[in-house]
């Protein structure tokens, strides 16, 4: 009896060690692949903004461990196992096409309890570190048990690093036949009956006073396979989402509809480059300056496919031509000018739907970058416009305006000539690819300045750090970047929801905050929280994708919750792919 103990001490404490180890090489950054605990267990760490197994049921963030069955002893010669201190514990390379595997219920709860007892500061004869709460703990199941529990799980309670409790869950799951949706108006596919559930918590907890929430998910505009095409004519996965959450108090029934009380939130992820995309041709002239972006890193230039039909020169030795016969400048372009701007567009454009409407001010350089970034198809080309740009100004054949807060080197020559002086040999090396990048920067920053001032999402003001010049050319690029992710989420919201100018107000704020302070994230899921009633008709006549009721009791720590969920996708890589009714409940024992 005293050796049994020994030895589940023994495996408890390898098992702390163990989750130590992964939390600190995944901190470091050095951890390369899941860690493999007795030969059975695999065990990783996930951050916030990876992939998260457990999203559909879990609505926390951070950090948090994922313990796997590790791959079975005929697929291990598939693996490159290297060992590491500890004969129980060595690091496995999985193939990228490697599917999670589950563990048996008995082997989960193990876990479960050795990370509780290894985390419980009353455990004083166990020699453990325990200078903080380590992240919470997630073991895959098998489903192999009556209940067909999927996943246990164990969140640590905490106030300044003190831990005070910890969350027990148990989440079961039963498959059901395939759907896309969920109808309340279906035959009941589902096993769960309310009543039944508030019985079921009250016998569990023996708890009288009850708290039923309800929350329900629908979407507006699922996209996450959508394929699109690049510059280079290349498919790519996009993640463009649309949803709405809504909660509410006093559920009544299962798969009742949020009543118009509930508070709704609408989710918005857009991933730039979808040809439906209201501004798609916009990103395309992103996607160009970013090129050039990487020419001038890289050395290399791999020039796009030209969007025009035009030879690039010919295209600048008309704008200049144009420009020298008029006596005012480009104060009024003639109707060929017109005609040449619109075949211009109609090239790029095609049959798309014009969404996104051009700017009417725009300036030589501004069209100069038109012309060249539709059409330049080598280096040649463009320092050939550029010889003839410079050749028109010290002649003084070039007499035109460009915008005042101009910053690129080009803008400043222009201006020079105005007082009878200009610069020669400035178009060796990468300085035209800088001249580019500059007069693109500067028109690209003056696009979006003018969709959000102009459609009052904005002030100036806000939008400073992204068209700040004061930075370097590469962190410039950034944060047009930036600004092109915050216009397809605003834009194509105004146009796919015709949402207030409030909200709207309101989504461009929580960009323009988000992104002072982070780097790109596409996948970043902005929330605009919305009257129910301005999206009643989205959903009133529709069908949720998750449905969920909330079983609460008790308060403060001493609360505790059954959790059931009805999913029309899996709750875990590990279930068939298939309408998922199940719950999670949590209970929470005192230390």
């Known amino acids: 009896m005293g050796g049994s103990r020994e030895r589940r001490q023994e495996s408890l404490l390898r098992f702390h060690q ?33 992939p998260n197994p457990l999203e559909n049921f879990w609505n926390r963030s951070g950090m948090m461990f994922i313990m796997n069955q590790a791959r079975p002893c005929e697929e291990a010669h598939e693996l490159e196992e290297e060992q590491i201190g500890d004969p129980s514990t060595s690091r496995a390379f999985p193939k990228e096409d490697s599917s999670a595997l589950a563990l048996p219920l008995a082997r989960a709860r193990q876990l479960i309890s050795f990370y509780t007892m290894s985390q419980n500061p009353n455990m004083v004869h166990l ?9 919470p703990l997630w073991v ?9 529990t999927i996943w246990l799980g164990a969140e640590p309670l905490s106030i300044e690093d003190k831990l005070t409790g910890i969350n027990l869950y148990t989440v079961a799951c039963n498959v059901k036949s395939s759907s896309s949706n969920l109808s309340p108006m279906s035959n009941k596919t589902f096993s769960a009956d ?32 959508l394929e699109s095409l690049s510059l280079e004519d290349t498919l790519i996965p996009l993640d463009r989402n649309i949803f709405a959450d809504f909660t509410w108090n006093s559920v009544r ?28 041709e916009l990103n395309r002239e992103v996607q160009f300056l970013l090129s050039l ?40 372009p003639s109707n060929g000018d017109a005609e040449s701007l619109q075949e211009d567009t109609s090239a790029v454009y095609g049959n798309m739907k014009k969404l996104f409407s051009r700017r009417g001010d725009l300036d030589f350089l501004e069209q100069l970058w038109c012309k060249i970034w539709k059409n330049v198809t080598s280096c040649e080309d463009l320092v050939k416009c550029f010889k003839l740009i410079m050749k028109s100004l010290q002649h003084g054949e070039l007499k035109t305006w460009v915008h005042q807060e101009s910053n690129s080197l080009l803008s400043k020559l222009i201006k020079q000539s105005y007082h009878g002086s200009t610069e020669t040999g400035l178009l060796s090396g990468n300085t035209p690819f800088q001249i580019l990048l500059e007069i693109g920067l500067d028109k690209m920053k003056r696009d979006y300045v003018s969709y959000f001032v102009g459609k009052e999402f904005a002030i100036r003001t806000h939008l400073d750090y992204f068209i700040s010049a004061s930075v370097d050319l590469q962190e410039q690029v950034h944060r047009v970047q930036k600004l092109h992710h915050m216009l ?25 905050s988000y992104y002072k302070e982070n780097p790109l994230n596409e996948k970043r899921v902005f929330q605009l929280p919305v009257r129910t009633t301005f999206v009643k008709e989205f959903y ?22 059954t959790v059931w969920q009805l999913n029309t996708t899996p709750p875990a890589e590990h279930v068939n792919p298939s309408t998922v009714d199940g719950h999670l409940s949590s209970s929470r024992p005192n230390l």
């Open 488 to 512: 397809e989420i605003v834009d194509n919201c105004v146009e796919l929801l015709k949402l207030e100018h409030e909200n709207l107000i309101f989504l461009t704020q929580s960009c323009i």
């Open 18 to 50: 163990f989750l130590l180890r992964v939390y600190e090489e995944r901190k470091k950054n050095i951890s390369q692949g899941p860690l493999t605990f007795e030969t059975d267990v695999q065990g990783y760490l996930i951050c916030e903004g990876c």
């Open 194 to 225: 309310l009543e039944d559930l508030k019985e079921t918590h009250r016998m569990r907890h023996h708890s009288s006073d009850l708290t039923v929430k309800g929350f329900a998910r629908y979407e507006f505009l699922e996209a996450t396979s």
């Open 253 to 280: 029934k299962m798969l009742q509809v949020p009543p118009l009380t509930s508070s709704a939130t609408l989710n918005v992820q857009m991933a730039s480059g979808s040809p439906l995309s209201s501004v798609y």
């Open 293 to 332: 972006a990487e020419s001038l890193e890289t050395g290399i230039t791999n020039w796009p496919n030209p969007l025009g039909k035009k030879p690039v020169v010919e295209l600048v030795q008309k704008l200049l031509k144009d420009l020298k016969d008029e006596v005012d400048g480009l104060k009024k």
């Open 127 to 135: 020699i453990i570190n325990k200078s903080a709460p380590l992240p």
């Open 540 to 561: 009133q006549n529709a069908n949720p994708r998750i449905w969920r009721v909330e079983i609460s009791s008790g308060q403060g720590e001493k609360k505790v919750k």
């Open 140 to 148: 895959r199941c098998d489903r192999s048990d009556p209940k067909q």
